[in-house]
């Protein structure tokens, strides 16, 4: 089952229709979908790859390929932390993340070309890691948060200690006064599974029955027959020579039936399957968080110029 994510992203452009995700089990099978992506129309310039082993020009932004830069590469896709963890754990595993900026109108071409391209399952895939021992957090999470405390905590520190004194104390005066309302969103997670249709079972086996076949035989036999005569024997004639030894053998045969078996091969049972591929259309809704900032604060008057 493959496994592709749809997010509308709020860091996104005017004419964005939301960022695709997918997963590849290499940094090659990414690269052949980008190219089939490019192939289809999709411009290059949407499309990111973040990976171990990928090339700095993969993607349009510069991070270090380790876990904290790996992680806080995926943030800046405005992806959830839940997400951010499975992804990250699997590009730290060798898997190659791909995202595409997707316009109006082609979300769905993306969709079904990157299912052509045998995308991962990343739920199954983290299912099967958690099993493993994997604990759900990826060490770049620890890294990325130390890096932005400590980045954070020294801007503070040279604000409060550094000439503008007074613009330290409004800062902190309004993050006092802070409300922070969470913009929440949905997925869009499109996958494949392989269900059952039934089977065909061709078993061959031996059976046996009786045959007969009629066949004709010759046969010989030899006659002794002793006839008696009374004649003068013709030796003047040279036709025989009395009272010489003479010996006739005379054979005789036989016919006999025998019995030959040869196998023949008389049909042909061929079992194959054909398969045919369609493009289904999966249609949903997913909500998001809209803002509205109505600012009803009334300007005061302006006093008029003395004369």
Known sequence: MSDTRT???MGAAAGDAGTIVAMFETYDRALAARD?????????????????????QDASFHYERNDEGIWGAIKRLF?????THVYAEGIRRGYAMLVVRAGDGDQEQIINLLESQDAVDVETHATNWRQSGWSGVHEGHTAWQGQRSSSTGGMTSAAATGASAGFAATGAAGRGQEE???????????GKREVGRGSVRVRSYVVEQPVQE???LR?????????PVDRPADIAAGTAEPFRERTIEVAATAEEAVVG???RVKEEIVVG???????????????????????DRRTPPTTPPKR
């Open 219 to 227: 046969e010989e036999r030899v006659h002794v027959e002793r006839r």
């Open 214 to 216: 009629q066949v004709h």
């Open 261 to 263: 078996k040869e196998a």
């Open 180 to 190: 922070v309302i969470p913009v929440y969103e949905e997925q869009l997670r499109v």
């Open 7 to 9: 997010q509308t992203s």
């Open 79 to 83: 992806m959830p932390d839940e997400d």
């Open 36 to 56: 089939v992506l490019v192939s289809a129309g999709i411009d290059r310039s949407r499309i990111e790859i973040l990976a171990q082993s990928g090339t700095a």
């Open 273 to 295: 399957k054909d398969a045919e591929e369609r493009t289904e259309t999966v249609s949903d809704t997913v909500r998001r968080t809209e803002v509205e900032i109505d600012d």
